[in-house]
């Protein structure tokens, strides 16, 4: 009996002391990035620490003597990217939580695979994107306006919401450079929203797009990638 006590007090002790190291790096990381830290975790490599702080991983030691910034962690033996791998599910969402009657919405064949993309209309990225996934089909597409480039990109947005075909006015402006004929006169609150949405989600770039089962892959990927994605997600 006096054994399982003191098994279970040496357990809770280490447990508490690996909590403060945690606590210990938080602190000291959020005074040198000036940021919130959402979260402190063993990397297992190199007694490093992950740092997860404004949609970006650092890399630190025990007792925050150096900080690895931008940098990728690359597993020797299997050649796996460790921080690819943890950012994919660190920034992932419940796609069910996208606010989609702020999205356009199009359906192809049975539309039964879902993503989104949130896209400015001046991106020339997305444009690229956009040509490639005329070829995708049984799929229904999301697309949230995410005006970020410019006070253009914020007219364009405006003036594609306010369509009478928004789908239609998107697709012509994206794949033929057709000015989109809206007067920007609707209620376009769903625009600013989307932006507010986008700085929540800390997205920094565009195209971004999410799938069905909430991971997040940014930049103009190949469309062999989006399909490989959209096949494993069930």
């Keep these: 009996m006096f054994k399982k006590i003191l098994s279970l007090t040496l357990a809770v002790a280490c447990a508490s002391f690996a909590m ?14 000036g940021t919130k830290v959402e979260g402190v975790t063993k990397s297992g490599y190199l007694g490093l620490y992950e740092v997860y702080a404004d949609g970006a991983i650092f890399y630190t030691d025990e007792k925050v003597s150096a900080i690895v910034v931008g940098g990728q962690l690359i597993d020797a033996k299997s050649m796996k990217n460790v921080t690819d791998e943890r950012m994919r599910k660190l920034t992932a969402i419940r796609f069910s939580d ?22 400015d209309p001046n991106c020339g990225y997305c444009k690229r994107l956009a040509k490639e996934m005329l070829k995708l089909d049984n799929v229904t597409i999301y697309t949230f306006l995410l005006p970020i480039l410019s006070e253009d990109s914020v007219r364009k947005s405006r003036q ?4 009478a075909d928004r789908t239609k006015a998107w697709t012509e402006w994206m794949l033929e450079g057709k000015v989109p004929a809206g007067k920007e006169d609707c209620d376009t609150t769903a625009v600013t929203k989307n932006q507010e949405f986008g700085r929540k989600l800390n997205i920094s770039g565009t195209p971004t797009l999410f799938f069905g089962d909430g991971e997040r892959i940014p930049g103009a990927v190949p469309l062999a990638r989006i399909e490989q994605k959209l096949s494993q997600v069930k």
């Design 160 to 163: 594609i919401w306010c369509s």
């Design 98 to 119: 996208l606010p989609l009657d702020r999205a356009i919405k199009q359906v192809r064949g049975d539309g039964k695979r879902v993503m989104a993309t949130f896209e």
């Design 20 to 33: 403060a190291d945690e606590a210990d790096i938080r602190k000291a990381m959020e005074a040198r990035l």
